[in-house]
């Protein structure tokens, strides 16, 4: 089932880093997703996330988006991917919470989405549930983007799928860290690639998580 023209447009309306055939293959990824939960790394003003809480209303699934909303490094003022209208006026920092929230709201996903507000660093400290899809799109970092992995991956049971977002194989294209996340959630042998729509991956859990 396609997503409905009115969520579609607005997810089109909602700032974010989700080009539109990426976004469709994130949904249809999730749309052949089981229920149970599923987890979001990297929310911003709340794009991906109505796609992927579109998915979870269809499924009976419940989302969880993980995000401190004061932006990646190159959200910060003076990077290429600053937007000055997301600035709080009292903190002057940058913050992506009410934009999701109102997004939340227009989308009416606010009984399907549930945001956490925090590091994934924190987080992770505390999380124990397994899930049926998890979507890694925070931090670019090496360090960050490998922590998130080994953090959250780890709660994917057999069969459940993990999508990574801004994969680029070729250094010219981009970062490499998404990159290098996906080469090693392959070669640990837990995981196989099921497709490829631009910078979007889908891989599948095939081997239990070994403790
Ligand atoms: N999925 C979004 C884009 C996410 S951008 C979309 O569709 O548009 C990456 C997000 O990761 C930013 O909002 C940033 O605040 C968040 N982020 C970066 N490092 C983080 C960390 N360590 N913990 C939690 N969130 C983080
Ligand atoms: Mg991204």
């Not at 922590?147 to 680029?168: C, K």
């Not at 290098?180 to 959630?185: D, G, I, M, P, Y």
Request: net charge negative; charged share 20%; proline share 7%.
């Amino acid at each position: 089932m396609p997503i409905s023209p009115q969520l579609e447009q607005i997810a089109t309306a909602t700032k974010g880093f989700m080009p539109p055939d990426e976004a469709l293959a994130l949904f249809e990824a999730a749309s052949s997703a089981r229920p149970g939960a599923w987890l979001e790394i990297g929310t911003y003003c709340g794009k991906s996330t109505v796609y992927l809480g579109a998915a979870a209303r269809t499924v009976g699934a419940q989302l969880i988006t993980v995000d401190h909303h004061r932006g990646s490094e190159e959200n910060q003022p003076g990077w290429e991917w600053h937007d000055e209208s997301l600035v709080d006026g009292e903190s002057g920092r940058l913050d992506t919470l009410p934009s999701l929230r109102r997004t939340l709201r227009l989308a009416e996903l606010d009984d399907v989405v549930t945001p956490v507000v925090g590091n994934t660093q924190t987080v992770a400290t505390w999380w124990r549930t397994p899930l049926e899809f998890l979507f890694l799109d925070g931090n670019h970092t090496e360090q960050i983007a490998q922590h998130d992995y080994e953090a959250f991956a780890r709660h994917l049971v057999v069969g459940a799928t993990l999508a990574v977002h801004d994969v680029f194989p070729d250094p010219a294209d981009g970062g490499q860290p998404p990159w290098h996340v996906v080469q090693r959630a392959i070669a640990s042998g837990d995981f196989e690639e099921s497709s490829v729509t631009g910078s979007l991956r889908i891989l599948r859990r095939i081997a239990p998580v070994s403790s």
